[in-house]
């Protein structure tokens, strides 16, 4: 069956690169995306990628896509303490609005 | 422009009691997701609406679930009989139209079932 699968931590100090990652099964995914979620609020969406795409940048974000091995992960440079969050990937299925999440992980900031 | 609002963020309930929760979606936005998600787990599709309608109720339980999103008013998704595994994080979206790159999520409410 279709499955994300996401560490649940990661922790990092403050000023160094993150990278989350992630990966799924299902191989006719058509988009994959992060999402944010900060205590206390909702889930932000931060970036998507199409899977014909292998990277995408955004300022400090950067997704790699490794459609071979199902592998997607989300890079976060100069990470500062206002990245902690939980961050979870989902992939799209056949429907245009049904997404496969995974169970999130949470990056902690160390000082 | 106020995001999603749900409320209330948490809610607790005796087993059997009825649980409602209230989404009220991004002004603008017929359109309105529900998911749960249990502990440790990714978030699951429940149902999808528009005004005064249900368009896919694929991902909720047959029995004791259901969802509504009248012509006025919030989207209300109710639990009756609660039983302890019903305690989850249950989220709402939001959209303009149909489409995952445009939901918008509201900060969830919290079920616990005692």
């Known amino acids: 069956g279709e499955d994300v699968e996401q560490s649940l931590f990661l922790s990092v100090r403050e000023g160094d690169s993150s990278v989350i990652n992630c990966t799924y099964t299902?191989?006719?995914?058509?988009?994959l995306y992060w999402y944010k979620q900060e205590p206390g609020a909702g889930l932000q969406l931060l970036t998507y990628?199409?899977?014909n795409m292998d990277m995408k940048q955004d300022q400090r974000l950067t997704v790699l896509l490794n459609k071979k091995d199902k592998h997607l992960s989300l890079r976060i440079a100069d990470t500062q303490t206002g990245d902690s969050a939980i961050y979870f990937c989902?992939?799209?299925?056949?429907?245009?609005?049904?997404?496969?999440w995974g169970a999130g992980t949470k990056l902690i900031i160390k000082p | 422009n106020a995001g999603v609002m749900q409320n209330p963020r948490h809610l607790v309930r005796r087993r059997g009691q009825e649980a409602r929760l209230r989404c009220s979606p991004m002004?603008?936005?017929?359109?309105v997701y529900w998911y749960r998600q249990l502990p440790e787990e990714g978030l699951k599709f429940m149902v999808y609406?528009?005004?005064?309608?249900?368009?896919?109720e694929s991902g909720m339980p047959k029995e004791r679930f259901s969802a509504e999103f009248p012509k006025e008013g919030p989207s209300i998704l109710r639990i009756q009989q609660v039983v302890r595994g019903d305690s989850a994080a249950y989220f709402c979206?939001?959209?303009?139209?149909?489409?995952?790159?445009?939901?918008?999520f509201g900060p969830g409410t919290r079920l616990t079932v005692l």
């Open positions: 979206a939001s959209s303009p139209d149909r489409g995952v790159n445009e939901q918008f």
């Open positions: 002004k603008g936005h017929s359109h």
């Open positions: 609406l528009q005004k005064e309608n249900i368009i896919d």
């Open positions: 299902d191989s006719s995914s058509t988009y």
């Open positions: 990628i199409f899977s």
């Open positions: 989902a992939e799209s299925t056949g429907s245009n609005y049904q997404l496969i």
